[in-house]
Nanobody, 122 residues
Framework: QVQLAESGGGLVQAGGSLRLSCAAS????????MGWFRQASGKEREFVAA????????YYAESVKGRFTISRDNAKNTVYLQMNSLKPEDTAVYYC???????????????WGQGTQVTVSS
């Protein structure tokens, strides 16, 4: 079993930056592909970014491409999401997830964190 714990969320002004962390425990995530998703109030959960187990390949939603960067440190069992040039529409609860059974863009991941709130004010 893998437990995922997100941190780093908060309130930031538009144009600002935040760095989210997802710390894993229970077992190593070094062999797992990892993803970040977000869910705004009243909306469905949506894909944000994913990174292959090796860290060599990354994938992004069009809405965040060029502004967000996903990375991982397998030695620390942690995945990161650097978010720059934040916009009010980025406001959501952000979740990390591990080990997708299908497409990186879908929600068929085996493990999920509890989420961290990101609020971007205009």
């Amino acid at each position: 079993q893998v437990q995922l714990a997100e941190s780093g969320g908060g309130l930031v002004q538009a144009g600002g930056s935040l760095r989210l962390s997802c710390a894993a425990s229970g077992r190593t995530i070094s062999t797992y592909d990892m993803g970040w998703f977000r869910q705004a109030s009243g909306k469905e959960r949506e894909f944000v970014a994913a990174v292959r187990w090796s860290g060599r390949s990354t994938y992004y939603a069009e809405s965040v491409k060029g502004r967000f960067t996903i990375s991982r440190d397998n030695a620390k069992n942690t995945v990161y999401l650097q978010m720059n040039s934040l916009k009010p529409e980025d406001t959501a609860v952000y979740y990390c997830a591990a080990n997708p059974s299908g497409s990186y863009y879908g929600t068929s991941y085996a493990y999920w964190g509890q989420g961290t709130q990101v609020t971007v004010s205009s």
